[in-house]
Nanobody, 124 residues
Framework: QVQLVESGGGLVQAGGSLRLSCAAS????????MGWFRQAPGKEREFVAH????????YYTDTVKGRFTISRDNAKNTVYLQMNSLKPEDTAVYYC?????????????????WGQGTQVTVSS
């Protein structure tokens, strides 16, 4: 089992920044690829970013490229999502997820463990 706890969400004005953190415990964190997803009200959960177990494989959905940065610190068992130039359409609950995949996985079904989510609200 891997337990994931997100933090860092909040209310920010458009153009602002937030940094989300996801702390992992349980199994060996460095064995797991990590993903960030988000879900807005009435919408399906959507992929945001993926980082491989070693941190060398990184992928973003097109709508956040150049604005969001995913990173991980395996010594701290933590994955981060730095979000800059936030837009109202970024408003959603953000979830981190873990899986033992060796390739980039965009589907939520490919991940084995999920956090409880953290709310991000961007006002216009």
């Amino acid at each position: 089992q891997v337990q994931l706890v997100e933090s860092g969400g909040g209310l920010v004005q458009a153009g602002g920044s937030l940094r989300l953190s996801c702390a992992a415990s349980g199994r060996t964190f460095s064995n797991y690829a990590m993903g960030w997803f988000r879900q807005a009200p009435g919408k399906e959960r959507e992929f945001v970013a993926h980082i491989g177990a070693s941190g060398t494989i990184i992928y973003y959905t097109d709508t956040v490229k150049g604005r969001f940065t995913i990173s991980r610190d395996n010594a701290k068992n933590t994955v981060y999502l730095q979000m800059n130039s936030l837009k109202p359409e970024d408003t959603a609950v953000y979830y981190c997820a873990a899986g033992r995949m060796r390739t980039i996985v965009l589907s939520p079904t490919g991940y084995d463990y999920w956090g409880q989510g953290t709310q991000v609200t961007v006002s216009s």
